[in-house]
């Protein structure tokens, strides 16, 4: 299995807290570029005011650091652009109706 995909399977472990739908799913990532033992997350929130704005991101940070491959976590949380409904994947939109 590729790093990369390591890297999205601990990221769908996590959930927005208001939507039953891993961030991963969600499309609030928006980027991820590995390099060697170090990896680059672009990741957005569904608001600039949304409840975990601070634990969310450092909670992505953490679980990508259990992967014994990886040393250092970049994250850099963006808001351009804006994450809307349409970022969803298919399997998101089934699970919460839309």
Same mark, same amino acid.
């Given at each position: 299995? +590729?790093?990369?995909?390591? !890297?999205?399977?601990? !990221? ?12 991963? +799913?969600?499309? &609030?990532?928006?980027? !991820? ?33 259990? &992967?014994? +491959?990886? +040393?250092?976590?970049? &994250? ?17 939109? &089934?699970?919460?109706?839309?």
């Amino acid at each position: 299995m +590729e790093l990369k995909e390591k !890297i999205i399977g601990e !990221i769908k472990k996590i959930y927005d807290p208001e939507i039953p739908v891993n961030i991963y +799913e969600l499309g &609030l990532i928006y980027d !991820i570029n590995v390099n060697k033992k170090s990896v680059n997350i672009k990741m957005t929130l569904t608001t600039p005011n949304c409840p975990v704005a601070e634990s969310l991101p450092k909670e992505v940070k953490d679980s990508v650091m259990q &992967l014994d +491959e990886i +040393e250092k976590v970049e &994250l850099d949380l963006v808001w351009d652009p804006p994450w809307n409904k349409s970022m969803m994947s298919e399997a998101a939109k &089934l699970e919460l109706n839309l």
